[in-house]
Every structure is written in C-alpha cells, then in structure tokens.
C-alpha cells in the first residue's frame, strides 16, 4: 500500500496526538459526572462548565502555541481562547439564571464548532489524517449549540443531560482522532519520504 504523506507529518503527529486525547478523556469524565449526579442547582452547573471549558481552552492554546509554525495554529488558539473566556465568565456569574447560562453554552458550544470544523476541514489535504472526525466533531458542536438555544426553556436537568451526552460523545471522538493521528504518524515514518 503506497500513500503519499506529507514530510513532517510524521514528526508532527507525534508531537500532537495526545493532545486530542487529553481533551478526549476531560470531556468524557465531564459526561460521566454530568449523568452519573445530576446537579441541582445552577451554580454548581456553572462552575463544572466553567473549570471544564478552562482546561480544555489552556490545553487547547498550550497545542496551538507549541505548533504555531505548522497550518491551523492561529485557528486552534482561537478556539481555545474562546472556550477560556467562556469558562472565566461562567465563573464569574455562577449565580445568573439557568437561561443566561444555557445561551452561554450554546453560544459557547457553537463557536468552537465552527472554529473546529475549520480546523479540521484545512486537514482533509492530508491522506488519511482523521479530519472527518474533526469535521463531525465540529458539526456535533454546532447541532447541539443550535438545538440548546432552540429549547431555552426545556428544564436544568435536561440541559445537564444533554450537555454529559455531548461531552461523552465529543470526547469518544477525540480520542479516536488522537489515537488514529498517533497511528497515521507511525505509518508515515515506516515510508521513505
């Protein structure tokens, strides 16, 4: 089988791979926790969400940064920028109404989906390098960014729901995209370029 990858691909992927897989399993143990104890108030919602998008927007700027010279790197520290400034304002009004906090996560929810569709999209030049599950990440985002903000009045409980399942389903897919850029990277290296 003979494919034709990019020189530094190899280097690259292993430098990023786990990147993807550490905000993977972030955003499954956030899902978990959001459907294993439903939270009753909104404060707690918004704290979880808060330090939940603060980590994942510092691991995001920490991978655009440590990649800048490589393409999508201003991109993924804007995404990771946008989810920062969404944790800090969660943080700080966690005693706002459920709705203001709802339009925040949709809000929130469809600006890293645009950015991480982009993102994804710019990779699809690359043979084989799992942009589609960025794509679908991104686009998963999006959806349910929309559907949030279509709902405003559904209950506390069932944004919670909806918000573990998203994260679940959008941490599953990172990691198989950490994962199978990790593999990408090991094939590229065993071909002579």
């Known amino acids: 089988m003979t494919e034709t990858l990019f020189p530094s691909f190899s280097s690259l992927a292993k430098q990023v791979w786990y990147w993807p897989v550490i905000r993977g399993v972030i955003a499954i143990l956030f899902g978990i926790i959001a459907l294993v104890a439903p939270i009753a108030t909104a404060i707690a919602l918004a704290v979880i969400i808060a330090v939940f998008a603060v980590a994942d927007g510092v691991v995001e700027i920490i991978d655009g940064v440590r990649h800048r010279h490589y393409g999508g790197a201003g991109l993924r520290i804007a995404m990771g920028v946008i989810t920062l400034i ?41 043979p084989g390098s799992g942009w589609g599950w960025g794509v679908f990440v991104g686009l998963l985002s999006f959806v349910f960014g929309v559907l949030v903000i279509a709902q405003p009045s559904a209950g506390l409980t069932t944004i919670i729901w909806l918000v573990g399942i998203f994260a679940l389903i959008t941490g599953v897919l990172l990691v198989a995209l950490g994962l199978q850029v990790r593999s990408l990277g090991k094939r590229a290296a065993t071909f002579d370029l």
């Not at 109404?97 to 994804?120: E, H, K, N, R």
């Open 86 to 126: 969404f944790g800090f304002v969660v943080l700080a009004w966690p005693d706002k109404t459920t709705t203001v906090l709802i339009y925040l996560v949709a809000i929130w929810a469809i600006l890293v989906g645009i950015v991480q569709f982009v993102v994804s999209f710019m990779l699809r030049a690359i």
